[in-house]
């Protein structure tokens, strides 16, 4: 099924997502101008650069992973359930951690009030859920790869993956600041929880960048063998891509 005709057939369910992506873009957005204007700062736990991240992030993510599973051989009822869950974690996520940037508390890790407690906790829980939706995706396209348009047996199942290890290091990150914080040292653990961010950021985008190339492979007048050989090089100068941010942030943690 191509571009054309999956915007033919789209579901209510995938309307209602797309339209949540582009609003969460739209929020990156706004907290980005009043960042630039406001001359804010760009590091710590208090600035506006971590909701306009997660806006931003968290708007492609799901405009991608609703496309991407569109692909994916799926009962209506399972599509409904999955993206419409992945749809609400995304914008809880978004909108939690927005909101503890207005109030100017740090969103993850902070066990100040009972208050501040259960959003750290519905944040958790929240990325729990994404990692659950994407893993079930993931196997869903590894497993029906060969009902998939042939451009993307290959990038579908490499982006989903690679989503999954961006949740994986992101759990990471909040396990390691809770365990600080549980010891008694919050401000170590704002200062280096987040020392996956580099690996994170990278395998993030994944389900965005190997779909465009497939869908750009697909378009040229190549023929199959030169088109897979392609798509086998994308993922492999990605995964080298990842591989350095993982270096990085290892190094960057020592």
Known sequence: MGLSRHIENVKAVERVAYAIGLLLILSGLVHLAVLLVGGGSWE????????????????LTLINVTLVASFVALRDRSRTLLIGTFTAACGVETFLVSMQAWRGVPSHFN??????????????????????????????????????PRGLRLAIPAGLAALVGAQVAGAAMIATGVRLVVRGDPQRAYATGGWLKPAHAALMHGILVLPLLAWWVSATDWDERTQTRAVWTGIALYAVVVAGAVVVSVLGRA
């Not at 501040?116 to 396209?141: E, N």
Request: hydrophobic share 55%.
């Open 111 to 148: 066990m100040e009030t009972p208050f501040d407690a259960a959003v750290a906790q519905a944040l958790a829980f929240g990325g729990v859920t994404l990692v659950v939706v994407i893993v079930i995706l993931a196997v869903r396209a590894f497993r029906d790869r060969a009902r998939l």
């Open 44 to 59: 710590g736990p208090l600035s506006l650069r971590k909701p306009t991240t997660f806006g931003l992030s968290f708007g």
